[in-house]
């Protein structure tokens, strides 16, 4: 029996499972009492225009397969919100609508390398872009993010690097460290791309994650000379509409070849997203109704994002990260992130993410996100201070 040895190098579930394990040994009102700083699914609700497009579309007509690619009217919106938001020129056709980013980013490798190829990855990062490839026997090379690097890791000469790299993996805003690239930083990495003839994959899922209605400094690669031959872009409804649970997002490629290989692959990976769905994406980008519950929302997420940030400080623990993302993204009291993270729940009953499970670069962080009311982030906070790991005279 053949299982596919990619597997093996995922890290995940084991260490989720820990975590898991904790949590069963709980009691029932023990494990209500957790709060969890862990997951980044939006707490609050998906704004009800959304809601009402999406149940509208569901009710008056019926539908069949959707298109693979997605309707007209909401490629058009995306050609438009690209237009507005990033300043860019942007031709419908040019986007795919997908089944949420995490689905794509999870396949793209497969159209776009081949057995013995390597990838090169942002590091710390999203898990998918890794174990996607891994998952497909590529070779992995981190691009290793430091705290002292700003997370902007040195890009390899082109000439040094592995001959064999065929893609490259980057995420700004990033997730877990809410970091941001600048012009210089993305042309070079778009001159490697391009000598190398490697794709490039931005993931831009946080671009309009905006806490407290602050400029985002979110951006797309497209603004970038070069980029159109070796770049993709992918986005998501998911955060900055709480729609996660629809699982609605977007492939953007300019070069035809690439985009025809993609499209070729979606028309038989599955058929194309929800109606309803799409419905609801074409009311997030054009009911004027939509923007301001949007920013009401991201008034409550900045304050959150100030009440967490202050208390992570007062612990002396060095937030960074919230201007761009839902997370804090913080020293460890302790050097073992996966450690910390079984104290946090085990006595705090504060639950957090350990910055091992990004990547190696990730180790003696950890990640919070500011998806709970005030006052249970307040509350983890005052668990977390009893903690022995936080001694006063850290
Ligand atoms: N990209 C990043 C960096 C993420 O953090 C996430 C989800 O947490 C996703 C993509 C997934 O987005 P979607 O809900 O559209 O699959």
Not at 228 to 241: L, M, N, Q
Request: charge should be negative.
């Amino acid at each position: 029996m053949g299982v596919n040895r990619g597997f093996e190098s995922w890290n995940r579930p084991y260490l989720f499972q820990q975590l898991e394990d904790i949590m069963r040994g709980f009691s029932d009102s023990e494990r209500r009492d957790v709060i969890s700083l862990g997951i980044g699914d939006p707490d609050i609700a998906t704004p009800i225009p959304i809601r009402e497009a999406m149940a509208a579309e569901h009710l008056n007509r019926y539908h069949g397969y959707p298109s693979v690619e997605g309707r007209r009217e909401l490629r058009e919106a995306l050609a438009r919100y690209y237009e507005e938001r990033f300043h860019v020129g942007a031709d419908p056709t040019h986007f795919l609508i997908g089944p949420g980013a995490k689905t794509d980013l999870f396949d793209l490798p497969a159209v776009f390398s081949n057995p013995g190829d390597s990838a090169l990855i942002l590091d710390p990062a999203y898990p998918v872009y890794c174990d996607s490839c891994s998952f497909r026997g590529l070779r992995i090379h981190f691009l290793s993010g430091t705290y002292e690097n700003a997370y902007l890791p040195p890009i390899p000469p082109s000439a040094e690097a592995d001959p064999s790299v065929a893609l490259i993996f980057i995420c700004y805003p990033n997730n877990p460290t809410g970091a941001i690239a600048n012009h210089e930083y993305l042309d070079r990495m778009i001159e490697f791309a391009l000598d190398r003839h490697a794709v490039i994959i931005h993931d831009i899922a946080y671009a309009d994650f905006t806490p407290g209605n602050k400029p985002s400094q979110g951006f797309s690669i497209f603004t970038r000379p070069g980029s159109d031959r070796c770049a993709i872009e992918v986005g998501s409804f998911s955060k900055p509409f709480s729609m996660t649970g629809d699982r609605i997002g977007w492939v953007y490629i300019r070069n035809s070849d690439l985009r025809a290989a993609w499209r070729r692959y979606r028309s038989n990976r599955d058929s194309g997203v929800s109606d309803f769905d799409q419905a609801g994406a074409v009311a997030a980008l054009k009911d004027p109704a939509v923007k301001p519950i949007v920013q009401a929302n991201m008034e409550v997420y900045g304050r959150r994002a100030e009440l967490l940030e202050k208390g992570l400080t007062s612990l002396h623990l060095r937030p960074s990260g919230l201007a761009n993302t839902p997370y804090a993204w913080f020293r460890s009291p302790i050097p073992d992130s996966r450690r910390a993270t079984e104290i946090f729940l085990k006595e705090a009953r504060v639950l957090v993410t350990p910055g091992a499970g990004f990547g190696p670069g990730g180790e003696g962080f950890l990640r919070a996100t500011i998806f709970q009311p005030e006052a249970s982030i307040s509350e983890a906070i005052s668990r977390l201070k009893q903690l022995s790991c936080f001694e006063p005279e850290r």
